[in-house]
């Protein structure tokens, strides 16, 4: 079992930027992979970015070339750096440790892209 708790997230116009952070309470390279998800009213959660074990990234088409995923692993967090902010953004934002078949999640953090 692992706490994941995210923090970062915010009203901000379209155009601008915003860091989310994900602390987890155990050591994150315990996991195959953590990342980040996101929901929006009346859909379905859906894969944001991801990092697993060996540093290998992936992202949503949506999001590539403006989102960016980090991990430093002696905090024990993941972080997504997200530029160029769209309203098609506006969701809660998830937080994802996997082992295995397992997945942890954290509460979410909503972020808001509106003018």
């Known amino acids: 079992q692992v706490q994941l708790v995210e923090s970062g997230g915010g009203l901000v116009q379209p155009g601008e930027s915003l860091y989310l952070s994900c602390v987890a309470s155990r050591n994150i390279f315990d996991f195959n992979v953590m990342g980040w998800y996101r929901q929006a009213p009346g859909k379905k959660r859906e894969l944001v970015a991801s990092?697993?074990?060996?540093?290998?990234?992936d992202y949503a088409d949506s999001v590539w070339g403006r989102f960016t995923i980090f991990r430093d692993g002696p905090k024990n967090t993941i972080g997504l750096q997200m530029n160029r902010l769209k309203p098609e953004d506006t969701a809660i934002y998830y937080c994802?440790?996997?082992?295995?078949?397992?997945?942890?999640w954290g509460p979410g953090t909503q972020v808001t892209v509106a003018s």
């Open positions: 990092i697993n074990v060996g540093g290998v990234t």
């Open positions: 994802n440790a996997r082992l295995l078949t397992y997945d942890n």
